[in-house]
């Protein structure tokens, strides 16, 4: 069985741009979560999606930030434009139910 | 608010010799504890969890973790750490009034002398 994958392994852009970022989840998996660890720090809930629907984005932290997940299958993050706190690795998780979550290798965004 | 702390930002410990990772939470009420670990250019993956029960859990790759609600801890330990063991472990909360959240600690690095 895959597991969860992420799309690009790193991106490195300039402040200003905008960068997607892609989560394909484990198949059948209908809940879909973003986090992130920004410079080492701790790792930060970012949003919650069941199948398409946002149950949580209060770790969404500005309007730059926009998650889809079109037909509740892989999911986007864009960040746009983005600036150079935005900076860390970004992590994607699912899960069919419960607490138990199964996390992909992650994104390693690089705002210059 | 709930929060996780681990103390140690990085260890370094002989290869062959016992393990103990140190970590703190603050919850109102019975937490859902986990501890991950995340390889290099690997995803987080799930060590072991708590969530209710005997207090002394059994997880993958001859780990272990104590929860102590006295001290609200969850100390990760191994008896004998391998070369393979060298990665970044992070341990954290699950929220109970959400299914979404998991709360992290900022981790700990851990480096194995040959």
């Known amino acids: 069985e895959a597991g969860v994958t992420q799309f690009p392994s790193h991106s490195v852009i300039e402040k200003g741009q905008t960068v997607t970022l892609r989560c394909d989840p484990i198949?059948?998996?209908?809940?879909l979560y973003w986090y992130r660890r920004v410079m080492g720090k701790e790792i930060k809930f970012l949003l919650h999606f069941v199948k398409e629907s946002k149950q949580d984005e209060s770790g969404m932290p500005n309007n730059r930030f926009l998650a889809e997940r079109t037909g509740g299958t892989y999911s986007t993050l864009k960040v746009q434009p983005a600036e150079l706190e935005d900076s860390g690795v970004y992590f994607c998780a699912s899960s069919p139910k419960g607490t138990r979550k199964f996390f992909g290798p992650g994104t390693r965004l690089t705002v210059l | 608010a709930q929060s996780v702390t681990q103390p140690d930002i990085h260890i370094t410990v002989s290869e062959g010799a016992s393990l103990e990772l140190r970590c703190n939470y603050s919850?109102?009420?019975?937490?859902?504890l986990f501890w991950y670990v995340q390889s290099p250019g690997q995803g987080l993956q799930l060590l072991l969890k708590y969530f209710s029960g005997d207090t002394l859990v059994q997880g993958i790759k001859g780990f272990e973790a104590e929860f102590k609600r006295s001290q609200s801890s969850f100390n990760l330990r191994k008896p004998s750490v391998h070369w393979s063991d060298a990665a970044e472990y992070f341990c954290a909360v699950g929220v109970v009034s959400s299914a979404s959240k998991i709360i992290f600690g900022s981790g700990t690095r851990l480096s194995i002398r040959p």
């Open positions: 198949s059948g998996h209908d809940n």
């Open positions: 919850y109102g009420a019975t937490p859902y």
